[in-house]
């Protein structure tokens, strides 16, 4: 796929259901990503579920919301991209949550994923 300067790719992409209350959707946005110099991915959560940058690694340490806190949490989440991979920090993961109980099992999704050069 070629993206010229100014140009707009929307892209979908499945998320399975899960009974740990998160998925970690990173791997299957990358795999979305068209292999461009550079572009700015805005990802869309699925109804009912919130995005967060987060290390999963914290996830073990204890309940979701006190290690990830509710404000940390967005609809959207937007990630600068470079040849084809997003910027983010060490061992930071995309992950869905859940909007309710974020420990609670849901049923999945489609990520909204709009990718602009």
């Not at 140009?7 to 959707?25: Q, S």
């Not at 572009?39 to 690694?57: H, K």
């Not at 993961?93 to 990718?115: F, H």
Request: glycine residues 10%; aromatic residues 2%; negative net charge.
């Amino acid at each position: 796929c070629s993206l010229k300067p100014g140009m707009l790719l929307r892209r979908t992409v499945d998320v399975p259901g899960t009974a740990a209350g998160y998925n970690d959707v990173t791997d299957r946005v990358v795999a979305a990503l068209p292999p461009v110099p550079s572009a700015l991915a805005t990802v869309r959560a699925p109804s009912g579920c919130r995005l967060a940058l987060i290390d999963p690694a914290l996830l073990a340490v204890g309940p979701t919301c006190d290690v990830a806190p509710r404000r940390l949490w967005g609809e959207t989440v937007s990630l600068a991209v470079r040849d084809g991979s997003p910027l983010l920090p060490c061992s930071a993961r995309l992950l869905v949550l859940g909007d309710g109980d974020p420990e609670a099992s849901w049923e999945g999704g489609v990520l909204d994923v709009s990718i602009e050069a």
